[in-house]
T-cell receptor, first 117, second 116 residues
Framework: GAVVSQHPSWVICKSGTSVKIECRSL??????MFWYRQFPKQSLMLMAT?????????EQGVEKDKFLINHASLTLSTLTVTSAHPEDSSFYIC?????????????FGEGSRLTVL | AQTVTQSQPEMSVQEAETVTLSCTYD???????LFWYKQPPSRQMILVIR??????QNATENRFSVNFQKAAKSFSLKISDSQLGDAAMYFC?????????????FGTGTRLQVTL
């Protein structure tokens, strides 16, 4: 079964509105989650590292006020795209690493496709 | 900064044949992980195989095996007895072993087609 769940899978919104995407770790606790963005036919680009109980760490070039990340519990991280514009349309994927066990493996959510009209 | 390079944007293989996907990376670290992930049309990323840099033995998972050349910083994936279900985008990824967390750097991907 799924280890990581993302919701919603698909979302369409009007320009200027905000959209929240949830990432849930179903099988284990996760102090750290990662948010990736994938443009069509391109690779995954890390946007930010979500840390439980503290501020997220953003990669260079990613606007923290644009992409708000909240990691309020050990099983849930949310990404809010604020004042969305058409250029924010993309596929957003979260990933989770186990707290215990150092295999290095990340488990990925199913992804959320955002379309901004 | 770490970089991962996949020089083959697309590859094609006949069913039941063997194909090798290339990946090279650049790092100054000695302790890290390397991964091959598969992304089918459903877009769900699926781990195919993992290699710890400190292990000299190449990882194998059923029909999937890697050729890990640490000195050359090369990490190729061999798929034997290819099946139609193997058709997907394949991403090579690098991750530092930092203990509690590791973020991955992905290559640009190789699209694998499997023909009858």
């Amino acid at each position: 079964g799924a280890v990581v769940s993302q919701h919603p899978s698909w979302v369409i919104c009007k320009s200027g509105t905000s959209v929240k995407i949830e990432c849930r770790s179903l099988d284990f606790q996760a102090t750290t989650m990662f948010w990736y963005r994938q443009f069509p036919k391109q690779s995954l680009m890390l946007m930010a590292t979500s840390n439980e109980g503290s501020k997220a760490t953003y990669e260079q070039g990613v606007e923290k006020d644009k992409f708000l990340i909240n990691h309020a519990s050990l099983t849930l991280s949310t990404l809010t795209v604020t004042s969305a514009h058409p250029e924010d349309s993309s596929f957003y994927i979260c990933s989770v690493k186990r707290v215990a066990g150092e295999t290095g493996e990340l488990f990925f959510g199913e992804g959320s496709r955002l379309t901004v009209l | 900064a770490q970089t991962v390079t996949q020089s083959q944007p697309e590859m094609s293989v006949q069913e039941a044949e063997t194909v090798t996907l290339s990946c090279t990376y650049d790092t100054s670290e000695s302790d890290y992980y390397l991964f091959w992930y598969k992304q089918p049309p459903s877009r769900q990323m699926i781990l195919v195989i993992r290699q710890e840099a400190y292990k000299q033995q190449n990882a194998t998972e059923n029909r999937f095996s890697v050729n890990f050349q640490k000195a050359a910083k090369s990490f190729s994936l061999k798929i034997s007895d290819s099946q139609l279900g193997d058709a997907a985008m394949y991403f090579c990824a690098y991750g530092l072993n930092t203990g509690t967390a590791s973020k991955l750097t992905f290559g640009t991907g190789t699209r694998l087609q499997v023909t009858l």
